[in-house]
């Protein structure tokens, strides 16, 4: 059983934390540990993605409250694959970045940075001033992948779901995770 743990933040598009639950739900093999930070569950009700709280949160086995800094994941003793963060709002990339860990989500992180583990960011925000990018840096430099959701168009997507997918998809693909939806370019056709 592989362990993934996915943090949703308050940044625009809480849809993309809520498919990958969803694309690891259907795989099966994971054991997924979900953390909404209060901005996140905010921006998701905005969103009307069609999902309340407790609908999110059944997509995952285990839920942690974002200020339970004592949860399982807080701690590098428990071992996983990593954590997505998607979306990664600004306030939470700029935590992640400044190893300013007030909550269990920039913990989480700081826990699999340190121990080498993969975490994908999937920064939003738009347009981008020097310090946003400079955190993006910061990031980086400290073993973080930034994966802003820029959807490709070259798939020829037909509807907004197929956008989602194949954004997810590629975040998924970094934790060597392979899930059937995604399109894979071959020269001269749309995959
Ligand atoms: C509807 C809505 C959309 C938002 N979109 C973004 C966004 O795209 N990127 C961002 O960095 N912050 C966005 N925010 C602001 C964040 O939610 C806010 O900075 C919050 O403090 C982030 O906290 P968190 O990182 O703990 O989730 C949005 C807020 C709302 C209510």
């Known amino acids: 059983m592989r362990r993934l743990i996915v943090a949703i933040t308050g940044a625009s ?3 993309y934390g809520v498919r990958a639950l969803e694309m690891l739900r259907e795989m099966g093999g994971f054991e997924t540990h979900l953390v909404i930070s209060p901005a996140g569950l905010r921006t998701a009700a905005e969103e009307g993605i069609g999902y309340d709280a407790d609908q999110i949160k059944a997509l995952a086995d285990v839920c942690h409250s974002h200020k339970d800094i004592g949860a399982s ?5 428990f071992k996983s694959d990593g954590m997505l963060v998607a979306p990664c709002s600004v306030k939470t990339l700029s935590g992640i970045a400044h190893c300013y860990s007030n909550d269990l989500i920039t913990r989480a992180a700081d826990v699999c940075l340190k121990e080498r583990r993969r975490v994908v960011l999937m920064v939003r925000e738009t347009p981008l001033h020097a310090g946003h990018i400079a955190l ?5 430099r400290s073993g973080a992948i930034i994966m802003p959701p820029v959807p490709g168009f070259y798939t020829q997507p037909k509807t907004i779901d197929d956008l989602i997918n194949q954004t997810v998809g590629r975040a998924l693909d970094l934790f060597d995770i392979d899930h059937p939806s995604v399109r894979r370019w071959k020269k001269g056709e749309a995959s």
């Open 136 to 140: 993006m840096d910061q990031a980086t």
């Open 73 to 77: 994941i807080a701690s590098g003793s």
């Open 13 to 15: 598009g809480t849809c």
